[in-house]
């Protein structure tokens, strides 16, 4: 077989597999099939190897090249072209082929004649001939629409770096870029940002599916649920209401869906039609060692063709989409768009340093979208050095995976190192030790005003690592489990639930995990990190310590750590197993001098100390005061800086240590002086020259002493200095008389409302017409009158009326403090219409006629009311102190359900039931 007839046979297969029926001129039949490509069909050019016919229209043509010929396919594309522009024998249309193909068998390229600039790209596979007859009906093509079609981006609700993220991708897009790197911060909102992006790509753009590419299931349950709570910025609707949102679960796309989120590992799964183990997309793939036995390839599934998708977006991209998962960006034809915080020198390649977006850890503390860090060491023998079992030593032995002991002699002398900790030695007293000082560290010295645990997230090395943690915090704690929590997929409680009250609720308050929220998971009260395991992968540290930067307002700390006393203005990241050292990271604490006091950092920039310690440190420190100084001390610094903001001198600082900018100041420099220089001949002292130029700009505010000196005010006015020694004593106690005056004015607005609405509004003219309209008295009535009074401009609230009474007539008011109820609004009108010499709630009211009609009724009847009898009256009188009164129907109430209900007083009562029920509902409201 030649190369020629080999590459034909492998082109006519793939047609085929695309659904296209393959015809030689002498039998043509184009009524055969939706698609049918003809081989060897004349032109006025000579004959082309095929052209590809849809609905009995020539569409496009295909050149057939030998995948042995060593040429590059490209060289072959005006050939290409110039049978789309010839002659075709026997056709009636006389308009260009807009679809051309170039293949060898192996490799398919593919040019779109309609694109704005068309420019050819690589396939995987052949389109299917349904997919060109949907691209003709189309006025525009994607391209076309991508450049010219799409409206400016509406800026309300979007931070500047979303704003930069989503415009710089849509220029990338224009220009038809097939990749683009988005890189932000993690908690700058890269998710958020990438659904208005996708909003505006269906809406605008008239993509018809995008892929949204997670690599673990968490991920994509939390972009599932992030796409449901989104509304756009021109409609009102969620998105989920304006398009079909599916997170693959299966083997099968949703043909109507137009966001499809699903694991790569699934998507592999699908295409390479290797089984998937569900446990599969519980594991990161930073933590997946792949093996020669998983290397099985993508092939075309006819199921899920190539043009499934006209974007793929990739979530974490920095550790997903290389090796054996490349197969599954390789296998579409789309546009690749990644998402990531921490890129790498691979990540840049991949998207062929295409970066339309960046937006690094320490612009987002400069901005207040996220907060810095500190970092606390923690070290003990055992970690350091390692320890010995000797022989015959009797000890645990248990197995990794049931945890069953056996009690048993060692054979032989057992050294081991701090790095076989928890592997194949578990030392109790080290795990006890490292937890023991974590609480002594942030109690005294971390967070030491805290009344409550502050959100703590421990990163453990195993499964069975996490529950020796748990124990260990349980104990030395000294609470119960709801204290400490495992959040892991292997976890016996749903690890959504222990999650979601981690985030939300007081209990758990420390969390232990392995993987399952290391990465991309939001967590925002987290204010400590407590690292139990090393980590191979920088992006991977990097992301884990991403979970604890987010910041948070006052009030949203505050409902779940109640004596927090500022916004969340930082994370402290506790290192118990060296991690910190064994990695360089990217992005870095900026409060390099955590103990040295602000009023000192200020002083040494002062007089000259402008290393990067020194610089980054008074940056944090200001950074964090911005966040927590009020309006009043912020205006006074800005006075005499110039109207300069605290954060903004902050910023500043940070903005003067950029690498990149002290390179473009070097290189700006030696222009000026007439030098042409590149960046990489400056030498060291240019850019230090620079680096000390762009420093003491940023510094020379700080020499103003009277700067200094009211930033340090304004950072003791936040403190509070407790003092022990003066003893305090009381001279007066009362209401002001400003108080007072005001609580008259709401009394006397209280009964003139009365007095003016006394006919019109049923609850009052209950009570000026006592005692004959009694029992005309309802709930509804009194819920009428208590939303007329609470309305503006009255807004007199039930509460309000009894604490101004309790202010102006506080004998005539009985104290208490139970939280009022809507009856206790009987109470009040009936103390203001004098008709009671005492407020009183309402209940107390109603008990004590209870007491007096009961006991008149018993001294009656011939014989008392049994005790059974006693008890259900006591729940009517319940019911009526609640409600107003009680009828029938009540008694279907779970308080008199689960008793019998109107049968079991029936028969309790008989034919008494409706005249007592009359009685009470007249004497105890009375």
């Not at 001129?25 to 490509?37: E, F, R, S």
């Not at 010219?148 to 038809?176: D, F, Y």
């Not at 009022?820 to 109603?846: C, H, M, N, Y």
């Amino acid at each position: 077989m030649t190369p020629e007839i080999r590459a034909r046979q492998q082109i006519d297969r793939k047609l085929e597999q695309a659904g296209w029926t393959i015809q030689d001129l002498t039998h043509i039949n184009l009524g055969a099939g939706a698609g049918i490509a003809v081989r060897e069909f004349p032109t006025d050019t000579g004959p082309a190897d095929y052209v590809l016919f849809v609905d009995r229209q020539a569409v496009g043509v295909i050149e057939a090249k030998r995948d042995e010929s060593g040429e590059n396919i490209t060289v072959v594309e005006n050939q290409t072209a110039r049978y789309a522009n010839a002659t075709l024998k026997w056709r009636v249309e006389t308009n260009v082929l807009p679809f051309l193909f170039e293949s060898t068998g192996q490799i398919v390229r593919f040019t779109d004649g309609r694109d704005p600039v068309p420019r050819s790209r690589e396939l995987f596979h052949f389109f299917r001939p349904d997919q060109l007859a949907r691209w003709l009906a189309q006025p525009d093509t994607l391209r076309r629409r991508l450049a010219e079609h799409m409206p400016a981006l509406p800026q309300r609700n979007l931070r500047n770096c979303q704003i930069g993220a989503v415009t710089g991708l849509e220029k990338s897009l224009a220009l038809n870029k097939p990749r683009a790197l988005v890189h932000m911060a993690t908690g700058a909102g890269k998710t958020f940002t990438a659904i208005t992006a996708v909003y505006r790509l269906l809406k605008f753009g008239g993509a018809r599916r995008i892929l949204f590419l997670v690599d673990t299931r968490n991920l994509g349950k939390q972009a599932h649920q992030e796409f449901m709570a989104y509304t756009p910025p021109d409609d009102a609707r969620k998105f989920t209401e304006l398009y079909n949102v599916q997170r693959l679960a299966g083997s099968t796309i949703d043909p109507h869906s137009q966001v499809c989120i699903s694991t790569i590992q699934r998507m592999y799964s699908v295409l390479s039609g290797e089984p998937i183990d569900e446990s599969a997309e519980d594991v990161s793939l930073n933590e997946v060692r792949q093996t020669g036995n998983q290397a099985k390839l993508v092939r075309y599934n006819p199921a899920i063709p190539v043009e499934s998708f006209d974007f793929i977006i990739i979530d974490e991209c920095h550790r997903s989409i290389y090796n054996l998962w490349k197969q599954v960006l390789d296998y579409f034809d789309a546009f690749l768009i990644g998402l990531t915080a921490t890129p790498d020198k691979r990540t840049f390649g991949f998207f062929h340093e295409n970066i339309v977006a960046e937006y690094t850890y320490e612009q987002s503390v400069a901005d207040g979208v996220n907060v810095g860090y500190d970092v606390y060491e923690i070290e003990t023998e055992v970690t350091h050095k390692g320890a010995e079992l000797k022989a015959r030593e009797w000890v645990d032995h248990r197995d990794r995976q049931t945890r069953r002991k056996r009690w048993a002699e060692t054979e032989e002398d057992m050294p081991y190192t701090g790095k076989d900790l928890d592997k194949s030695v578990v030392n109790p007293s080290q795990i006890r030790q490292v937890i023991q000082a974590m609480k002594t560290a942030v109690e005294t010295q971390i967070f030491p005003t805290r009344e409550e645990t502050p959100k703590t997230l421990i990163f453990a090395k195993t499964d069975s690592h996490a529950d020796d943690i748990i124990n260990t915090v349980r104990e030395v704690y000294g609470q119960g489990n709801a204290f400490c929590k495992k959040v892991t997929y292997k976890a016996a409680e749903d690890p959504d639930s222990v999650l979601s009250s981690f985030r939300n609720d007081y209990n758990p308050r420390i969390a232990v995990t392995v993987d399952m929220i290391a990465t991309g998971t939001d967590v925002k009260p987290l204010e400590v990190l407590l690292f139990m395991r090393d980590v191979r992968s920088r992006g991977y540290y990097e992301q884990m310590k991403g979970r604890g930067v987010r910041s948070l307002g006052f009030d949203d700390l505050k409902r779940v750590s109640n004596s927090a006393d500022s916004a969340k203005a930082r994370f402290v990241l506790i290192d118990a197993v060296g991690v910190e050292k064994s990695l360089k990271t990217d992005s870095r604490p900026l409060e390099k001098k955590p103990g040295v006091p602000l009023k000192d950092l200020l002083q040494g920039v002062a007089m000259g100390h402008r290393d990067d310690d020194t610089v980054l440190s008074l940056a944090n420190r200001l950074v964090r005061l911005a966040k927590q100084l009020d309006d009043k001390a912020k205006t006074r610094v800005e006075k005499v800086s110039g109207g300069v903001p605290v954060a903004e001198l902050g910023r500043a600082l940070i903005a003067a240590l950029n690498p990149d900018r002290i390179v473009e100041a070097a290189l700006a420099t030696a222009k000026a002086r007439g030098i042409t220089r590149a960046e990489d001949t400056l030498t060291a002292d240019e850019i230090a020259a620079a680096r000390a130029e762009r420093v003491a700009a940023a510094c020379a505010p700080f020499d103003k002493p009277e700067l200094r000196e009211e930033i340090e005010s304004a950072r003791r006015e936040r403190e509070q200095l407790i003092d022990h020694v003066n003893i305090d004593e009381v001279s007066f106690s009362g209401f002001s008389a400003q108080a007072e005056t005001q609580a008259q004015k709401t009394i006397q607005a209280f009964a003139d409302y009365i007095a003016l609405h006394k006919d019109e509004i049923g609850a009052l003219s209950f009570f000026y017409q006592q005692p004959y309209r009694r029992r005309e008295l309802t709930f509804d009535m009194i819920e009428d009158l208590h939303e007329r009074l609470s309305r503006p401009p009255l807004m007199l609230t039930t509460e309000r009326l009894w604490s101004a009474y309790a202010r102006v007539q506080a004998s005539q008011v009985k104290a208490t403090t139970a939280r009022r109820q809507l009856t206790d609004l009987i109470a009040l009108v009936r103390f203001a219409l004098g008709l009671d010499a005492e407020l009183k709630p309402f209940s107390e009211q109603v008990d004590r006629r209870f007491q007096e009609w009961i006991f008149r009724h018993n001294a009656q009847r011939a014989t008392a009311f049994t005790p059974e009898q006693t008890e259900w009256l006591r729940l009517i009188k319940d019911h009526i102190a609640s409600s107003c009164s009680i009828a029938r129907d009540d008694f279907d109430y779970a308080g008199f359900a689960d008793r019998g209900g109107l049968q079991r007083a029936w028969g309790m009562f008989g034919t008494e039931l409706d005249g007592l029920m009359k009685e009470m509902n007249e004497e105890l409201v009375a």
